[in-house]
């Protein structure tokens, strides 16, 4: 177990620093090869009215004229240690890990990253356990009842969860749930948890149920599936002949062997949720990573941007790592290979 544990560990560490050298090549290499020059690159961290010699020293004090490589070390450098940034009138100091100082409010991204990430990560775990729940029961559910009423009405409504958009859904729901009935907050309500508990999942209780609505239709239709192939095996029929109980014979045979598709999937999603889910915190406003990225985008923020997706990248690695580890707690021959 521990040498699976230390593979994994090491894997996903060269991982990071591949997703490293990818994001610092699209920010950085490939505006280069498309013609822009280290002033034009410089551009972006000085006002409008700069004068060129003005830009042609920040260029030259950002390292936009050393090799690709050293400009890539000096990067990932402040991404472990902090780096300095020198523009000039006075030299930053900025702390590890360092994705630059902001074009608009001249912040460094990190802190307004860690500001953010409360909110879509309260927005992640609370989608991903509806969505697991609800999806893994009704895909067993109607696997074990194949053919019936509830059969047809549970995939059919899954079809529907997975075909509709979740800006539409959400849309719809705060129409009819909070400015209809007023049963829910309208959108942009957030409640640090460690302030109100009850008022924070009040106020996400929406955004969760809209979120999961539209992750548990996939995990039904795949858990069923996985049931359905598990439940027509060898050692299902044994386990019944040997006399269990159905619910063993369903759960600890059926439903584990069915499992490790289900993780994968749980484990690219979370991880992109954690990232940012973008469109849900649009639609109800929410001032998570997703709205951090999409204000980024708008204000052709070159650090925010980078930040966003260096934090995306990492949480879908880390999630990712830790499926790989449950995979060989679910299943034995993935720890044994």
């Not at 942009?188 to 999942?201: L, M, S, V």
């Amino acid at each position: 177990m521990l040498t699976y544990f230390i593979r994994r560990l090491i894997g996903a560490f060269a991982m990071l620093i591949v997703i490293s050298m990818v994001t610092f090549g699209i920010f950085f290499v490939v505006p280069q090869w498309a013609g822009a020059s280290p002033e034009a690159m410089a551009s972006r961290y000085v006002g409008r009215a700069a004068t060129p010699e003005t830009v042609a020293l920040v260029a030259e004090r950002l390292g936009f004229n050393d090799p690709v490589v050293v400009q890539y070390a000096r990067f990932a450098k402040g991404l472990v240690a902090g780096t300095q940034y020198d523009y000039g009138a006075g030299v930053e100091q900025c702390p590890a890990p360092c994705f630059g100082y902001s074009f608009i409010t001249g912040q460094p991204v990190w802190p307004d990253l860690l500001d953010r990430l409360p909110v879509t990560f309260s927005l992640a775990v609370g989608a991903a356990l509806i969505w697991v729940v609800a999806g893994v029961s009704v895909g067993v559910l109607s696997a074990l009842r194949r053919g019936s009423f509830f059969d047809r009405l549970s995939m059919g409504t899954a079809l529907a969860g997975v075909s509709l958009p979740i800006f539409f859904t959400g849309m719809i729901s705060l129409v009819v749930f909070s400015y209809g009935l007023g049963w829910t907050p309208p959108g942009g309500a957030w409640t640090p948890i460690n302030e109100n508990p009850a008022q924070w999942a009040y106020n996400l209780l929406l955004p969760w149920i809209t979120l999961a609505f539209l992750f548990a239709a996939g995990y039904a239709r795949l858990t069923r599936a996985g049931m359905l192939e598990t439940m027509g095996e060898d050692y299902i029929r044994t386990a019944r002949a040997k006399g269990l109980r159905e619910r063993q014979v369903v759960v600890k045979h059926g439903l584990r062997a069915a499992l490790t598709p289900i993780l994968t999937l749980f484990g690219i999603d979370f991880g992109l949720l954690i990232g940012g889910a973008i469109l849900t915190e649009t639609t109800y406003t929410l001032p998570g990573l997703g709205q951090y990225a999409i204000l980024a985008i708008r204000n052709q923020d070159l650090p925010q941007v980078m930040g966003v997706v260096l934090v995306a990248a990492g949480f879908v690695v880390v999630a990712s790592l830790i499926v790989d580890l449950l995979y060989a707690v679910v299943d034995p021959r993935v720890r044994l290979s």
